[in-house]
């Protein structure tokens, strides 16, 4: 096969990528290592920002994020008894973020794929990536026993944190930056009305809570447990009454439990590669980089990337401007470090980590006392969590 771009990863990033390239006559593939139920039945982000969601407006398949998205102007941080809003919409001049999951945002892009022409090829095995230093590279992948090949212009690594995209560009040439943290996240999802109409991120004795939602009838919540615990260690009583412990007794009063949809864990890590592009090739999402997801930044980075990776390829492809692809790793990453600084600050305000003592713990409570005492402290968190400008 041959085509302008071949996109590896049918996540988020992925999808989208492919949509905005259809979009903009650019001819592309995306294959994907599995099914589609499969890519579906992963629960992972709840919150958009504004970049993702212009990116759904752009391409017209923002009905059902439209309709059944919700809107927030604000969340709060719990410290032990004391709630501290972060009313957004009043700091950032009216901007909001977006509470619709990952998987209805994946869902409305995998529907959308016949109508606009976006062909993905799902459950390909063997994916591997060649000559990407040169201005012809190509993908090989096996379905059902036969071997392919796409000879393309661009590979587009969309492949999360595992694929193979990353792994094609030399050590002599990347760089990698990471920091792993000493616990996961637990969540559980639940059909039950969720326990406040905003976000609660609680710091707690006991450890991190968080209180979030997917609708007014579906509840997503966590709790940080140590990296050495098992899903099968958490009955979902146990998960609840540690909830409703963390989130402190307002919150615990209006919880309703249920019994879990989904139950799971997930290490919590920051980590940058550098460059993003190298040759032909160049990485979006997780593919490049993680967050730790306090800061609910992980989707919204992969539509920012897939956003410059757009406008670069159909540069390329439409103008004849090579500008914006040279230019592709420094544009992303100014804006991959500044989500990364401020998903690891906020995780390191709301986190009991097991190496601090005293000192660190009395930082996190003056910090949040500066937090709730001064509007500046809230504006910068609010502009970061509503998303920095792209
Ligand atoms: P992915 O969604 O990982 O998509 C990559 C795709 O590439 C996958 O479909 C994969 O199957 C495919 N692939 C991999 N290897 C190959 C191959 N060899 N060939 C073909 N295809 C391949 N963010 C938040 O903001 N909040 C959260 O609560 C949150 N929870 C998370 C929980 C978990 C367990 C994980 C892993 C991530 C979570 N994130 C969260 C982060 C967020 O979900 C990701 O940042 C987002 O999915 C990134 O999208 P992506 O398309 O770059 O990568
Ligand atoms: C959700 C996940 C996050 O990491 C976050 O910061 C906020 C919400 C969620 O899954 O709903």
Redesign the pocket.
């Known amino acids: 096969m041959k085509t302008q771009v071949c996109i590896i990863g049918a996540g988020p990033a992925g999808l989208l990528l492919g949509h905005l390239l259809r979009a903009e006559g650019v001819d592309c593939v995306v294959l994907e290592r599995r099914s589609p139920d499969y890519v579906l039945s992963r629960?992972?982000?709840?919150?958009l920002e504004n970049i993702t969601v212009s990116l759904m407006e752009r391409l017209g398949l923002d009905q059902r994020l439209k309709a059944e998205g919700l809107p927030h102007d604000g969340f709060n941080l719990a410290d032990g008894e004391r709630l501290i809003r972060i009313d957004i919409a009043d700091l950032t001049g009216g901007q909001q973020v977006v509470?619709y999951?990952q998987t209805e945002l994946t869902r409305d892009l995998m529907d959308a794929r016949e109508e606009r022409g976006l062909e993905v090829i799902y459950e390909t095995e063997d994916t591997a990536l060649f000559d990407v230093e040169s201005d012809a590279p190509y993908v090989t992948y096996t379905k059902d026993g036969t071997q392919h090949r796409v000879d393309c212009r661009f590979i587009v690594g969309c492949d999360g944190f595992h694929g193979p995209s990353r792994k094609a560009i030399p050590a002599s040439v990347g760089k990698e930056y990471m920091r792993e943290y000493p616990f996961g996240?637990l969540?559980i999802l639940a059909d039950v009305p969720p326990c406040n109409h905003e976000?609660i991120?609680a710091n707690h004795e006991r450890g991190f809570a968080?209180a979030?939602?997917?609708s007014e009838t579906r509840s997503?919540y966590?709790v940080d447990v140590p990296l050495t615990d098992k899903v099968d260690d958490w009955s979902d009583e146990r998960l609840w009454d540690e909830l409703a412990i963390r989130l402190g007794p307002e919150a615990a009063a209006n919880i309703t439990r249920g019994s879990a949809l989904e139950k799971s864990i997930a290490p919590l890590r920051s980590f940058v590669f550098a460059p993003m592009r190298h040759g032909s090739l160049l990485l979006c999402g997780d593919s490049a980089h993680i967050v730790p997801?306090?800061?609910?930044k992980?989707l919204n980075l992969a539509a920012s990337d897939v956003h410059y990776a757009a406008e670069a390829l159909t540069g390329f492809f439409n103008k004849s401007d090579n500008d914006a692809i040279t230019a592709y790793s420094d544009t992303a990453l100014a804006r991959v470090w500044k989500s990364e600084r401020f998903s690891w600050s906020l995780t390191k305000l709301m986190h009991r980590f097991p190496e601090d003592g005293l000192f660190e713990r009395a930082m996190q409570q003056a910090e949040l006392d500066y937090i709730a005492s001064s509007r500046a402290a809230q504006t910068s968190i609010a502009e970061n969590y509503v998303g920095l400008p792209v």
């Open positions: 629960i992972r982000a709840g919150v509470v999951g996240w969540g976000l991120y968080l979030s939602m997917r997503r966590y997801p306090t800061g609910a992980g």
